[in-house]
């Protein structure tokens, strides 16, 4: 089955900088890569997501790149905000159902 | 207004008690699914449901069990044969879909089991 990496698991930057997450995955066959954002007591919210058809999506702030040659897809954040402290989880997904696999979250903190 | 509800917040029960969560969508979606989540491990999919009275394992289903006797309602029974239940459990919803189309699910706020 599908096996998903994430890093870094914390990551803290001061707002206004730049914050990058980084997943790989296993399955060639995977074609769907959602990313959520989760506050604190609350559920996954999804925040953006990219088809493997395309390289690079944006929306605001936030970028996600797809490099399907290396297996491998990012979160960018630009213009960090205190708001934009959370857990971000990546995903992945692969077949021909609703099955997605989570990458393990990273924690990331952004400082006034 | 529209959404996912999952209750109670929290939940303690003792060890050796089956207890079931309960979740509800008005959101007219077919599908749902039970998410169970471990610090630094994710989110694992225990359960789901992709139409009323038929519902698959996930990766984790050993010691739970489902119904989905309505569209609205998947509510999730935590049995005493779960080894480790204590955790924060998540429901989610979304449109159902066919081949390699995928739909946004959607997240209730959660269930933080505790067994003392």
């Known amino acids: 089955g599908e096996n998903v990496e994430q890093h870094p698991s914390t990551l803290s930057v001061q707002e206004g900088d730049s914050a990058v997450i980084k997943c790989t995955y296993s399955d060639s066959a995977s074609n769907y890569f959602p990313w959520y954002k989760q506050e604190l007591g609350k559920g996954p919210q999804l925040i953006i997501d990219i088809r493997s058809n395309v390289g690079e999506k944006k929306d605001q702030r936030i970028a996600v790149t797809l490099n399907k040659t290396a297996k491998h897809f990012s979160l960018h954040i630009t213009e960090t905000q205190p708001e934009d402290s959370a857990v971000y989880f990546c995903?992945?997904?692969?077949?021909?159902?609703?099955?997605?696999?989570f990458g393990t979250g990273t924690k990331l903190q952004v400082i006034p | 207004d529209g959404g996912i509800t999952q209750s109670p917040k929290y939940l303690f029960r003792k060890e050796g008690q089956n207890v079931t969560l309960s979740c509800e969508q008005n959101?007219?979606?077919?599908?749902m699914y039970w998410y169970r989540q471990d610090p630094g491990q994710g989110l694992r999919l225990i359960y789901y449901?992709?139409?009323?009275?038929?519902?698959q394992k996930g990766d984790i289903a050993e010691g739970y069990s489902v119904s989905r006797e309505k569209k609205e309602s998947f509510p999730l029974t935590v049995t005493s044969a779960q080894k480790n239940p204590t955790a924060f459990y998540l429901c989610a919803s979304s449109i159902r879909s066919s081949g390699t189309f995928y739909n946004e699910q959607f997240f209730g706020p959660g269930t933080r089991l505790t067994v003392l």
């Open positions: 959101l007219n979606h077919d599908a």
């Open positions: 995903a992945a997904k692969s077949g021909g159902y609703q099955k997605v696999t």
């Open positions: 449901s992709q139409i009323v009275n038929d519902f």
